[in-house]
């Protein structure tokens, strides 16, 4: 099955391709949120291999994100859940989190920033909840990891015209790029061990 997968993060589309697909769906959503809430049901053990899975994934973002996925959408969601988790579990570590271009503005770049993070807590709340895995501990870097990204989702915008905020942004995308690599990477090994279906 993962075969299927690797070669797949060259596909991965770009922020305005995903902007493009939201707005053509009816959907005001920052693709960031999408995408964020996507990386975070992988980390929490949804796996878009096989078909079955790919509906459950669809499934949970709809209520994660109280959207309605359809039409073209879903395909559109197919290839970025592919070329994630390609990207992912890529040894050169090519995952980055669907954010807006380095040309845009500081600020929309930051709330960007904080959309991905919130839907990242949402994507993985939602699929520890369906999974009816609440009940497993989470492992202490997961949970550290969980509790910045809180932190991050809460950013004061209000601050970016400070002289370090754009190092201080690619740290935070640093951060959050390893942090998802990390944690998505745990719970795609532990679904592999223990073979189980959502």
Known sequence: MLLDTLGAFEDMPSWEEA????????????PS????????????GFSPHSEQHFSATV????KALSVEITGELVDFLSRLSLSTLSAVIDADY?????LPPDDEAMEDRLMSISDWTAGFLSGFT????????ASEPIPTLTAEALKDMAAIAQVDTAEV???DAERQLDDIIE????????IVSDAQSAQENTSEDL
Request: glycine share 10%; no cysteine.
């Open 19 to 30: 902007a493009d697909a939201l707005f053509h769906a009816g959907h005001t959503l920052n």
């Open 33 to 44: 949120t999408l995408h964020g809430a996507m990386v975070g049901l992988l980390g929490a």
């Open 59 to 62: 499934a949970a973002l709809e």
């Open 94 to 98: 090519t995952f980055q989190p669907l």
């Open 126 to 133: 939602q699929g520890i909840t369906i999974r009816e895995a």
């Open 161 to 163: 015209n400070s002289e």
């Open 175 to 182: 951060y959050i790029r390893f942090a998802a690599i990390n």
